[in-house]
């Protein structure tokens, strides 16, 4: 157990449709990042967000976003779904210390695999 | 980044040593080499992380050679449960934090 909850476990929806997925970072870490793993693009970064504030961006679509509470749990927002955002969206949390070598060590949670029919 | 190359698969009895290689030729000197692993679709596990020495824990060994071009995560006595995607990963100050995945090494275990 990495300590990163993320919930739901299994999500399916419709083409078309918005859907929110949550993440709790470990107790004590500020940086919460997001990855999605399909099929045939295999584990990306998307979004990294730093003590609520987003820190770094990857190859996150503009029809997702996200965001960090004050409570440092975290929401990613999929929005006019596509068949093909089908995947598993990890979360990870790491470190309060931004920047460094610990930043790199990041614990991921369960995921939560989404279906679009 | 600097890029990874691993072989795309490897077997290891179980006990005995597995060692999997990377290869990482552009590396910079402010660049660390990481290892995580996934089991079958769980979210990734970190094992180990080094800069220029070998680094030890409770989990794996990693060797980095003295030109910091390739390196080896070794597992010491592998067991079933060590089957998993082993993915090599380098990774700078100039972008801490973002994970960049490659294929990995599928390794399987074998009774």
């Known amino acids: 157990d990495s300590g990163v909850t993320q919930t739901p476990k299994h999500l399916i929806t419709a083409t078309g449709q918005r859907v929110t997925l949550r993440c709790s970072p470990r107790?004590?870490?500020?940086?919460v990042y997001w990855y999605q793993q399909s099929l045939d693009q295999g584990l990306q970064f998307l979004i990294q967000y730093y003590n609520g504030e987003e820190r770094a961006k990857g190859n996150i679509l503009e029809r997702f976003s996200a965001q960090q509470f004050p409570d440092l749990h975290s929401e990613l927002n999929l929005s006019s779904l596509e068949l093909g955002d089908s995947a598993l969206y990890f979360c990870?949390?790491?470190?309060?210390?931004?920047?460094?070598?610990?930043?790199?060590?990041?614990?991921f949670g369960p995921g939560t695999r989404l279906t679009v029919l | 980044d600097a890029k990874t190359t691993q072989p795309p698969s490897m077997d290891c009895a179980e006990g005995r040593a597995a060692n999997l290689p990377c290869n990482h030729s552009t590396i910079s000197g402010n660049e660390y080499v990481y290892w995580y692993r996934q089991i079958h679709s769980q979210g990734p596990q970190y094992i180990i992380h080094g800069l220029k020495n070998n680094e030890t824990n409770e989990m794996a060994s990693l060797i980095i050679t003295e030109d910091r071009k390739s390196s080896t995560l070794i597992l010491p006595h592998a067991t079933l449960r060590d089957t998993a995607v082993y993915y090599c990963?380098?990774?700078?100050?100039?972008?801490?934090?973002?994970?960049?995945f490659g294929q990995g090494t599928t390794l399987q275990v074998k009774p």
């Open positions: 107790s004590g870490d500020l940086s």
């Open positions: 990963i380098v990774s700078g100050s100039s972008n801490t934090g973002k994970l960049i």
């Open positions: 990870a949390s790491s470190t309060r210390l931004a920047g460094g070598p610990k930043e790199n060590e990041q614990f």
